[in-house]
């Protein structure tokens, strides 16, 4: 069973950097697939922020496109996601899943809740 | 593309059949997505276009083309309340519909 693990902070301040991190179990994210990010603000519904191949080829969300990156580290089966300047309205649950492109996303971590706020 | 779930909220008694939509703002030429999202719990893959996931009961199926699509619960079990949300991923921007939540 492929199983994410979100990590990362939970707190941010909007000077900061939000860098948050999803640990891959029992398959390897360089044998194939797409690994995304989709978020949760509250009151609201899922919103993709962005996905990345193994080959390193990354997909943003236009709204987001400026601000975020998204890596993989194949040596630590994880892949992370990097927001720079983040505002209150990045407050939200971030999920990691196995997915994007036309793929489905078909496993999802159980998400972590980030606030920005100073 | 725009994806535009209705209704916001759905009561259903058990055992009766549930029915959600999803329209979308152009014509979807490949794949829409059906998630359910429960408090607290990973959200779950349900149907990549008319296919069940692995593990979905066969009370829930999914169907339609074009603009519109339509996620069926035929017997509703109280587990099956959550949050409902359409995906579609024809293009590489990929949208997350609003969301249908589905009570008892």
């Known amino acids: 069973q492929v199983q994410l693990h979100e990590s990362g902070q939970g707190l941010v301040k909007p000077s900061e950097t939000l860098t948050l991190t999803c640990s891959v179990s029992?398959?390897?994210?360089?044998?194939?697939?797409?690994w995304g990010w989709i978020r949760r603000p509250p009151g609201r519904g899922l919103e993709w922020i962005g996905h990345?191949?193994?080959?390193?080829?990354?997909y943003y969300n236009s709204a987001l496109k400026s601000r975020v990156s998204i890596s993989m580290d194949t040596a630590e089966n994880q892949f992370s996601m990097t927001m720079i300047s983040p505002t209150a309205a990045d407050t939200a649950v971030y999920y990691c899943?196995?997915?994007?492109?036309?793929?489905?996303?078909?496993?999802w971590g159980r998400g972590t809740q980030v606030t920005v706020s100073s | 593309i725009v994806l535009t779930q209705s209704p916001d909220t759905l009561s259903v008694s058990p055992g009766e059949r549930a029915t959600l939509s999803c329209r979308a703002s152009q014509t979807l030429n490949r794949y829409l997505a059906w998630y359910q999202l429960r408090p607290g719990q990973a959200p779950r893959l349900l149907m990549s276009d008319a296919y069940r996931a692995t593990g979905v009961p066969s009370r829930f199926s999914a169907s339609g083309s074009g603009t519109d699509f339509i996620l069926t619960i035929s017997s509703l079990e109280p587990e099956d309340v959550a949050v409902y949300y359409c995906q579609q991923r024809n293009y590489a921007g990929l949208t997350f519909g609003g969301g249908t939540k589905v009570e008892i």
């Open positions: 990345i191949h193994q080959t390193g080829t990354a």
């Open positions: 899943a196995r997915g994007g492109y036309y793929d489905p996303f078909d496993y």
């Open positions: 029992n398959v390897s994210i360089s044998q194939g697939y797409f």
